[in-house]
């Protein structure tokens, strides 16, 4: 199943704006970062889509307008539309903290309508309210990448020696982080991807090297950001005893099989899944301290298909991003 590339479902000028329901608001869309799980989406890598779709979920623009019984905000307001879009509130999940394993949990961008677009509606409940230090461009790629990426640092406790394999815009939001926490980070890129691993370096990233290489020194975690998964094994032989494996990625390739050897001495593989408001309102909170700074590459929202196609190829230094208005 392939869905239509996103150009063909730009809402046009001549379109009426979406109507905020009860508890939604109408956002005047200005940016929307470009994340890798748009392209998992616009490539029919995910079940069950809402058809025909709007992708896009890191998006930041203005209230333009309140639906019934909405109240956190008001019209004019700047916020951020993350991943999650809504969840029902009384699963086994939900009620334990866990609302981003929620079983009917909706996403935005993928089974509602996102942020390639000049409006959107959002439940105001998952909304944020956006740090004033950043401009709408650098705040954009913090709604999936830093974020899904805050989680996925979260999750490897107080590892000192951290790797990380892909180094895209979840990886040079979280290298600053990690630094900040006074981690050490040790950067891996498609092999030989210079560039790449020369961006990683210019973060703070205390090693760059090929993914199939080792650090100079075992690690106490890894994050995997690539959806390769050859990259388990890998990172799997990098950490020492006793560490971990995070696996940020909503898809990745098989993973192969492997020595048991590799696992042994209570190392750990896992995976993150989507974030809780939690995650968010924690993530907005230390960004802006460190402070995060976010290297962007911006299109106009005609040119989404360039901003993918550049992602897909490798071509995209921290994280691309569209300019709506
Ligand atoms: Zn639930
Ligand atoms: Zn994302």
Redesign the pocket.
């Known amino acids: 199943m392939v869905l239509d590339c996103p150009r063909n479902l730009l809402r046009d000028a001549e379109s009426p704006d979406p109507r905020p329901g009860a508890g939604q608001v109408l956002i005047r869309i200005n940016a929307c970062a470009v994340?890798?799980?748009d392209l998992h989406v616009v490539d029919g890598e995910l079940p069950e889509p809402k058809l025909p779709l709007i992708p896009g979920?890191?998006i930041v623009g203005r209230v333009a307008e309140i639906g019934k019984d909405a109240r956190r905000f008001k019209v004019g307001d700047r916020v951020g539309v993350p991943?999650l879009g809504w969840t029902c509130g009384q699963c086994e999940y939900c009620r334990t903290n866990r609302e981003n394993l929620c079983s009917q949990a909706r996403f935005t961008g993928y089974t509602l309508d996102g942020g390639y677009a000049e409006s959107c509606v959002a439940d105001e409940r998952f909304c944020f309210h956006i740090p004033e230090i950043y401009s709408d461009t650098e705040a954009a790629p913090l709604l999936?990448?830093g974020l899904?990426g805050f989680r996925s640092l979260v999750r490897t406790g107080d590892a000192r020696r951290l790797g990380i394999y892909g180094f895209g815009g979840a990886a040079h939001i979280i290298t600053q982080i990690a630094q900040y926490q006074g981690r050490k980070v040790y950067a891996f890129t498609r092999p030989g991807d210079q560039a790449g691993q020369e961006f990683a370096r210019s973060l703070g990233a205390s090693w760059a090297g090929d993914s199939d290489s080792r650090p100079p020194e075992p690690l106490d975690a890894a994050i995997i950001f690539a959806p390769a998964g050859e990259l388990i094994p890998l990172a799997l032989a990098a950490v020492t005893r006793g560490g971990i494996v995070v696996c940020g990625g909503i898809h990745m390739s098989d993973v192969p099989s492997f020595p048991y050897e590799l696992l042994w001495h209570e190392r750990t593989v896992c995976s993150i899944a989507n974030l809780t408001r939690r995650d968010g309102e924690e993530f907005f909170a230390i960004a802006p301290r460190v402070p995060v700074r976010t290297s962007v590459q911006t299109f106009a929202l005609a040119e989404a298909n360039e901003a993918l196609d550049r992602l897909r190829a490798g071509n995209i230094h921290g994280a691309a991003v569209l300019v709506v208005q």
Request: proline share 0%.
């Open positions: 994340c890798r799980t979920h890191e991943w999936c990448a899904i």
